[in-house]
């Protein structure tokens, strides 16, 4: 299959790269376009206000590849426009540094923004994310990016499955049909993590910035939230918190559908 693969962690994320190389491992043909910055939390946002650059760059990807001044979004509808030769069969957005999962924060990616790009654009779109602990999280950052040898195990154990369950996903989803699936990687994610379908959890998080500071600015502090999801069915967030994979099929033609 032929992809365009995108993130909102920037082109130097290592998780973008571990993603590109197990796809073209299993034989895909691959186009990269990628912010030239972290864009996270930024949701489905374009550029409306400014000029955005795209410059062809290689990154060692070994396919074609494009850093792009801008959003997610910005990336998947300028490559589709005017940088990619071919039209893909799917546009594939990760992974995530973190999990995307929850009414609260699916709105909110970045990640899942690029995805639904393309779905915007008749493809089929695919989201991937990969759970982290605060811990982890917080030493990737600290080491600029660079995972330790655990958490480098945990990607590429979950770009290989990204790698297997992503052509399955795409060749059973129609065109033009609004649809994004949601992948979120347990952690750690071994090599028998099962797959297992889910529905975004039902998570409020109000407060998610702190009190105004001497210069009256506000800063945001990152929470879970309160899960008010019932019992059943299955939740990304459950799901994820008992080592499963999650796949949640968000199809926004059902957006303001009545029972």
Known sequence: MRFLVTNDDGIGSVFLSELVHALRAAGHELMVAAPKSEQSWIGAAKSRNRAVSSERADRGFGCPTWIVDGTPSDCVNIALAHLVDQRPDAVVSGINLGLNTSLCFILASGTVA???????????????????????????????????????????????HAARLVPGLVAATAPQSFVVHNLNFPYPCLADSALRRTVPARVVAPG??????????????????????????????TALATGFISHTVLDYTQLGRTP
């Open 208 to 237: 998610l910035f702190g009190p105004a500071a001497d210069d009256g600015t506000h800063r945001m502090i990152f929470k879970f939230g309160d899960d008010l999801s019932p019992a059943e069915p299955l939740t990304d967030r």
């Open 114 to 160: 690029g995805a639904w790009e393309g779905a915007l654009h008749g493809l089929p779109g695919v989201a991937l994310s990969q759970d982290l602990t605060f811990e982890v999280y917080d030493h990737l950052k600290y080491a600029g990016g660079v995972p330790d040898g655990a958490l480098l195990a945990t990607l590429k154990t979950s770009a290989a």
